[in-house]
Nanobody
Framework: QVQLVESGGGLVQPGGSLRLSCTAS?????????MGWYRQAPGKQRELVAD???????NYADSVKGRFTISRDSARNTAYLQMDSLKPEDTAVYYC?????????WGKGTLVTVSS
């Protein structure tokens, strides 16, 4: 059973930085076709933040381009989301997503709060 565990959320002031991590267990890296991050703010739908697919360049939502960077360490089955220049509107629960052998998996989420 594939499991995704996120970490790194918390409270940060506007303009600050956070790095989220997502580690996949129960599978080999070679079977992970894509990993990504989504977020859901209160009262809003879940939206794609960034994803990285095997063999492709990373993909970002327009709202985070130039501020967020997604990366993946295949040896550790881990994806990262480096978030810089954070804004209050980035406040949300961030969910890790992975596509493994044609199936989609989700983490439980980690809360990011951007506030002074």
């Amino acid at each position: 059973q594939v499991q995704l565990v996120e970490s790194g959320g918390g409270l940060v002031q506007p303009g600050g930085s956070l790095r989220l991590s997502c580690t996949a267990s129960g599978t080999y890296s070679i079977f992970i076709n894509a990993m990504g991050w989504y977020r859901q703010a209160p009262g809003k739908q879940r939206e794609l933040v960034a994803d990285i697919r095997r063999g492709d360049s990373p993909n970002y939502a327009d709202s985070v381009k130039g501020r967020f960077t997604i990366s993946r360490d295949s040896a550790r089955n881990t994806a990262y989301l480096q978030m810089d220049s954070l804004k209050p509107e980035d406040t949300a629960v961030y969910y890790c997503n992975a596509e493994v052998r044609g199936r989609e998996y989700w983490g439980k989420g980690t809360l990011v709060t951007v506030s002074s």
